[in-house]
């Protein structure tokens, strides 16, 4: 028996449930509650909003907008919809597309975060969709710091059927990074994906390291790394926005990728971060298979988020 593979929206607002259970029960208690939206109201969905992680400044200003807006009766849809478009009107213009193979060759793609925000995962994801679609890709261990990160994305490359590049434990990332650049370049590779460390025992000890990287690759080519996405774990809330914020002040984050947002009922987080970055948001990883990673769209998001269909795409 074949079971039917659910398409991307649906994956998506499986992924996104925990978040959009929570909201839209509450929201759709105030509204039965409340005929009309009264001051009552309004401070009830600022509240759930709150505890949906979206942080009191968009809480407000979402429950400002709903606010201003009439509904003939405790009509749930009208609501969510309202919701939807409110939530999709605070991502406007933090979305973009990664798209690797439209680019330069090779296309140097380096993966930075703290440990287990899911950076081998995301680069194991991505290395699996990009072979599937007949790119040459090489994938490098840059987290040389544990035996355990390099087996881990071993395996990941074998499975995306990936070219791997490792060194023993302790080595020199900035070197490796280096070698990798040179061998794709010599060897032909539409795409490098380019593994971190990620302790912050000692923050400044590990930003230098990444400058490094990204230096001695320049060496090699001026242009690269062509994309460096930071990735966030979106369970850990708001500890989340300080990692932006202590990553992105390096000027050379390109991309955020959100990743675990199936693993929480508090989604509302990545948008404040999404708003907070300079960056904008490319990916977000619902789920743990190879499919759970997907191109971050703002409407499909924000209508997921409320228990919404999509709008014709
Ligand atoms: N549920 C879920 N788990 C994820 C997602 N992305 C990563 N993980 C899990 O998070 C854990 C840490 O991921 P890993 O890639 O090793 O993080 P790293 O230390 O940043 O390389 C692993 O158990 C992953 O399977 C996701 O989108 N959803
Ligand atoms: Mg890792």
Redesign the pocket.
Known sequence: MTEKKPGWFSRLTQ?LSKTSQQLTEQVTSVFVANKTLDAAAVEALEDMLIESDFGPHIAASIAGKMAAKKFASTDDHAVKEALAEAIAEELKGREDSFDPLSGPKPYIVL?V?????????????IAASLTAKGAKVLIVAG?TFRAA?VE?LKVWAERAKADFMGRKTGADAAGLAYDATLRAKEEGYDVVLI?TA?RLQNKQQLMDELLKIVRVIKKVDADAPHETLL?L???VGRNALSQEQIFGRQAFVSGLVM?????TARGGILVPIAKASDAPIKL?????DID??QPFRANAFARSMVGLEPLGE
């Open positions: 992924g993966f975060g703290v440990n287990g925000s899911g950076k081998t995962t995301t680069l194991g994801k987290d990160a881990q593994d990620g990735v774990d979106a369970t990743t675990k947002l199936d693993g977000i990883g619902v789920g743990e759970d990673l």
